[in-house]
């Protein structure tokens, strides 16, 4: 059962910046394929972007390609999500998730089995 934690969610003018940060800790030394996901108010949760264990490859929601950065930190399992050029539209809770490495890449909630409690994002316009 890994744990997943999210951070470093805020209140940022619209065209602004923020980086995300995510950490998976598990009762082995396993590696994580993670991802990060959003949920507007009233709406259901979205794939945002995700990265393989090695941060080999990468995935990018359309609504956020060119803005969003996802990135692994020297700990292994420490995910980072830079995001730039800020939209009122990107105002949601944040979760960060992960699943087992040998799965890859995962694209929607579904596919992942560990998840954290989230960080909001509110962008003001």
């Known amino acids: 059962q890994a744990q997943v934690k999210e951070s470093g969610g805020g209140l940022v003018q619209a065209g602004g910046s923020l980086r995300l940060s995510c950490t998976a800790s598990?009762?082995?030394?396993?590696?994580?394929?993670m991802g990060w996901l959003r949920q507007g108010p009233g709406k259901e949760r979205d794939f945002v972007s995700a990265?393989?264990?090695?941060?080999?490859?990468?995935r990018y929601a359309d609504f956020v390609k060119g803005r969003f950065t996802i990135f692994r930190g020297n700990d292994k399992n420490t995910v980072y999500l830079q995001m730039s050029d800020l939209k009122p539209d990107d105002t949601a809770v944040y979760y960060c998730?992960?699943?087992?490495?040998?799965?890859?890449?995962?694209?929607?909630?579904?596919?992942?089995?560990?998840w954290g409690k989230g960080t909001q994002v509110t962008v003001s316009s």
């Open positions: 990265i393989t264990w090695d941060g080999m490859h990468t």
């Open positions: 598990g009762p082995t030394s396993e590696s994580y394929a």
């Open positions: 998730e992960a699943r087992s490495r040998f799965l890859g890449l995962g694209l929607s909630d579904r596919e992942y089995v560990y």
